[in-house]
C-alpha cells in the first residue's frame, strides 16, 4: 500500500511495503565516492557521472544532542533527539565513511553513547503544515524494523 | 614580510542593541560617524571614493531586494560607487577583504566598507529560523543553528573530555569582557552555576552558550599606506587575510571536532602575514557558541587540538592569559549583527593594536591582532584577517 503521508522532499529516500526506508544517495562512477543527498555532480571532484545509489541502514552513533527549542513549523513533541550517525561504505577505501544528519529516536541525550548501534528507520514528522514522511535514527536492537 | 599593502586610518561602531528606534541607514550613519570622527589627524569624507556594504539578511527586518545602495546618501556620499557583499556569518570580515583589494589594486584610493544588519525587527520565528533552512534538502524541520552546533560539542566532550564547566567558561569571560565594553549588547557578569543552569535550547547548549540577536552597525576606513601619512602617525597596516570554504553538508565533513575551513583560512592569512599562530597577540574569533570558540582557537593554532576547553578554564584567553580571545565580549555578549560583526571585530582589533581599549587593553608584544568568522551552511565558509603596527 503506498504511504498517504506526503515525503519530507521527493528523492531523499524510498519506502517499500513493509515500512523500510532506504536513504538514497549518489555515487560518482569516476570517484567511487557515495554522496548524500543526491546531487548533479560528485561534491568531491565535480564528475558529472553520479548515479542513484541506496545507502547502508545501519550505522553507528556519532554525535547528539537532545533539542529543547524547536525552530518555527516543527509541530512535533518536545524535546526531540536530533544527531549524525556514521555508516561505512561498501567499496570505499579502506577507513571511509559516510556521516549523515538526522531525527533521532531517542529524546534523552544522556541515553546515548557514542558508536551506539543505529538503524535508519520511517518516521512521521508533524509539522505546521502537516504530517510529513521523514528518516530518523533508531537504536539498532538487532531486529531488522 | 607581512602584506602591507593597505592601512586602517578609522574605524567605529554604534552601540549594539534591540534597536527597533533606528533605521538601518541611520545605524549606518552612527557608525559613519564614529568611523570617520577616530581619523587622527581629521578627515572630509568626501576623499571616500568607494563604499562597501556588508549586510548578510534583508529579510531579517523585510527587504527582500536590499542592495547596500541606500547607505550612500544616507552618509552624506550620494553617488559614491557602492556595492554590497554577503558572505554568510563572515560577511563583514569579508567585505573589508574585497575593499582591502580594491585599495591595493590602485582602482580605488579610500575605502569604506561598513557592515550594518537588523536582526530584531521581525520575530525570530518570523525570521531568523524561519528562514534558516528554507530550499535546504535536507534541513527543512526540526533544525536551526543551535541544532548543528550542539553534535560538534557532544563529539569534542567524547573524544577530549571537554565539560560542560569548560564550555561555560568562555561564557563566563565573554560576558566579563562585554562589561568592559561600552558597546557591547549585554553587560553583565555571568558565572559558571548561572550558564549551567540556564535553561536548555539542545544539549549540551544552554542559552548562555548561545550568542543573542543583535541589531548594530560598524564602519571601518582603509586607504594606501601612502595615503595614510596623510591622515595619521599611527598607522595600522593589513598584515595578510585568507579566505576558504568546505562542503555546506554536514555529511561530508572529515571531522566534527573542528572547521576546516578556519584551518585553511587561517593557514592562508598567516602565510600572507609571514607569520605564526604564536606571533599573534589578540584575537576577535566567532564564538556564536561557546563550543565555537573553542573549536576556533583549536583550528586557529592558538592552542592544541582538543585543548580548548581546558585552555579557557584555565584562563588562557582571558584579557591577562597568554592569548587574550574576544576582548570586545566577542559574539556571545558585544553580539552577532551579522554583516557589522566581522568589521566590530576589526574595530577592537585596532584599537587593542593602537592601546585604545582602555579597561579591556590586552598587552600588545608583537604588534598582531587576527580577527575571524565562520558560518554558511555546514559552517562551510572562514574569513581571517590580521592586522598589524609593524610598518612595511
Redesign the interface.
Known sequence: MADPTPA??GG?FRLAPDGTLTLVGGRSRSSGRL???LAAVC??TGADDVEPSDLPRHGRL?????????????A?PV??G???VEFDVPGEADGEV??????ITVAD?DALS?GDPMVVVAEE?P?DDGP?R?WAFAPDTGGDR | MSWNRVSVIGAGLIHMGELFEQSYEQMARGAFDAAVGSVDNGFDPTEIDAVFVATQRGTLWGQEGIGGNTIPSAIGLAGVACTRVENACPTGSDAFRVGCMAVASGVHDVVLVIGVEKMRDKSSDEGLLARAAAGHPVYTRGESAPVLFAPFATRHMHEFGTTREMLASVAVKNHHNGVLDPYAHFRNEVTIEQVLAAPPVCSPLHLLDCCPQTDGAAAIVITSPERAADFTDRPVFVAGFGVATDHPYLHEKSTYVGLPATVEASRRAYEMAGISPADVDVAEVHDCFTITEILDIEDLGFVEKGRGGIASIEGQTALDGRIPVNPSGGLLAKGHPIGATGIAQLTECWWQLRGQADERQVAVRNGFALQHNVGGRGSGVSVVNILTTNGP
Request: net charge positive.
Open positions: 519530507l522532499q531523499l554522496h548524500f543527498p561534491p568531491w556519532w554525535a547528539w544532542t537532545t533539542v529543547t527549542a524547536p525552530p518555527p513549523g516543527y512535533g524535546p526531540y536530533f544527531g549524525v559516510l556521516r549523515i544528519v538526522g531525527r541525550a557514542a514528522l509539522t510529513v521523514t
